[in-house]
Every structure is written in structure tokens, then in C-alpha cells.
Nanobody
Framework: VQLQASGGGLVQPGGSLTLSCVIS????????VAWFRQNQGQEREWVAV????????YHHYSVKGRFKISRDNDKNTVLLRMDTLRPEDTAVYFC??????????????????WGHGTQVTVSS
């Protein structure tokens, strides 16, 4: 199983980025997919989750209205569109896949597969 995340970079405050996660080696439509982020010395926190069909999405309150997760089951791809970026959004972003999660409490331990992270830096 491979999760290939890309799209990170350096962007000014107020700018936009779109992260992409391409997943192979599993039946993509059977998995919930999420984006997490982490800074050094801090816990990994969930950012956004999309259900198997792409019908339901959940966004952490800190990014709601600015970030949008989506998926394309024909392309085995999950996107995270990030607008109005803030310096506090700076982190390494990871995509992850799980068969089943508890939406009331989204934890890294619930996810079966992880990609390598992509760095997002928001700075002027």
C-alpha cells in the first residue's frame, strides 16, 4: 500500500495551496481518508476527513471555511484545498486511510495506512 502526498510548499499568509494524496495497493473506495498535520514536538492532529463515497466531509474547527477535502474514486486521489492560509497552518501534512473510524473522536491510531508528509510553510 502506498500513499503519495504532494503539493506542499512555501506560501504567503492569505495564499492558497492544494495538497494531493494518491493511494495505491488497496480498494480505494473501501477506505475513509483523512489529512493530519504535525509540528515538531506536537501531537499529530486531524485536519479533514472524507467518507468512502465522498458524500460526507468533516473539517477541524480551526480550518473550517478555509480548507476543503474532496476525493475522486476513479483516480484514487484525495485533495485538500487550503485557502486563506495562516502562519499557524505551518506543519507537515500527512494523508491516511482507514477502514473504519469514529467520527466523534478522530485519532491517528484509527488509521491503518500513512503516507510520507509534505511540508506546508506559511510565512511572509
Amino acid at each position: 500500500v502506498q500513499l503519495q502526498a504532494s503539493g506542499g510548499g512555501l506560501v504567503q499568509p492569505g495564499g492558497s495551496l492544494t495538497l494531493s494524496c494518491v493511494i495505491s495497493g488497496l480498494t480505494f473506495s473501501n477506505y475513509v481518508v483523512a489529512w493530519f498535520r504535525q509540528n515538531q514536538g506536537q501531537e499529530r492532529e486531524w485536519v479533514a476527513v472524507v467518507d468512502r463515497a465522498g458524500d460526507a466531509t468533516y473539517h477541524h474547527y480551526s480550518v473550517k471555511g478555509r480548507f476543503k477535502i474532496s476525493r475522486d474514486n476513479d483516480k484514487n486521489t484525495v485533495l485538500l484545498r487550503m485557502d486563506t492560509l495562516r502562519p499557524e497552518d505551518t506543519a507537515v501534512y500527512f494523508c491516511a486511510a482507514a477502514r473504519v473510524i469514529q467520527i466523534e473522536k478522530i485519532l491517528p491510531a484509527h488509521f491503518d495506512f500513512w503516507g510520507h508528509g509534505t511540508q506546508v510553510t506559511v510565512s511572509s
